[in-house]
């Protein structure tokens, strides 16, 4: 079955811990991307990656970093985590040009 | 840039009433237009799409036309169910990067 998984799905830890959320798509597409939601403001998009070693910026991306090691993988890190970073996460990927496919969420609580 | 506004919600309608979600938007260029639905705790699914202008995109009965005149996807559907419970984000895509610019989400509520 087609699809984007992330992990953990639901996260509560303290600021300042590190921590790294998983994205992994078996459709071999070349472009991920993280995005947040958060009421009232929809989904943001956090960073992007056009393909292997190819990340880069988006709206949001302050506290946060990316890796593009492998194809498939495209985890997002947060080296010190802090409370304004609560919110639900979405990963995506989609071949060029083609609409992009979103994981089921992951809800991180800082405390 | 880029920005997409829909209506606040939640809408509340009654089985098999006609629902009208509105959606506008400021881009450059000429963007393409989503319809994303997100059911509770689950991610975000694509409803359906349009490229162009007068383009219209459908699925599950819904429908929405790309109208560059007025800046507007509107999304309908002519009958809807409670199965369609759920929260409906309109998005565009125009940059380089292809990031999606969401609305805030309209949030529908049908009851039997």
């Known amino acids: 079955e087609a699809q984007v998984t992330q992990n953990p799905r639901y996260l509560i830890t303290v600021t300042g811990k590190k921590l790294t959320v998983t994205c992994s798509q078996n459709m071999n597409h070349e472009y991920m991307s993280w995005y947040r939601q958060d009421p009232g403001l929809g989904l943001r998009q956090i960073y992007y990656?056009?393909?292997?070693?190819?990340?880069d910026k988006g709206d949001v991306p302050e506290g946060y970093k990316v890796s593009r090691k492998e194809k498939r993988n495209f985890p997002l890190i947060l080296e010190s985590p802090s409370p304004n970073q609560t919110s639900l996460y979405f990963c995506?990927?989609?071949?060029?040009?083609?609409?992009?496919?979103f994981g089921d969420g992951t809800r991180l609580s800082i405390l | 840039g880029n920005s997409v506004t829909q209506m606040e919600g939640p809408v509340t309608l009654s089985e098999e009433a006609f629902l009208t979600i509105n959606c506008t938007y400021t881009a450059t260029g000429y963007p393409s237009l989503f319809w994303y639905v997100q059911y509770p705790g689950e991610g975000l699914q694509l409803l359906l799409k349009?490229?162009?202008?007068?383009d219209k995109g459908s699925n599950k009965g819904f429908e929405a036309t790309y109208r560059k005149e007025t800046t507007s996807f509107h999304l309908e559907k002519g009958s809807v169910q409670v199965s369609d419970s759920a929260v409906y984000f309109c998005?565009?895509?125009?940059?380089?990067?292809?990031?999606?610019?969401f609305g805030s989400g309209t949030r529908l509520q049908v009851q039997p």
């Open positions: 998005a565009l895509s125009n940059t380089g990067r292809r990031a999606l610019t």
């Open positions: 990656s056009m393909n292997v070693e190819v990340t």
């Open positions: 349009a490229t162009k202008a007068d």
């Open positions: 995506a990927s989609s071949f060029w040009g083609e609409p992009q496919h």
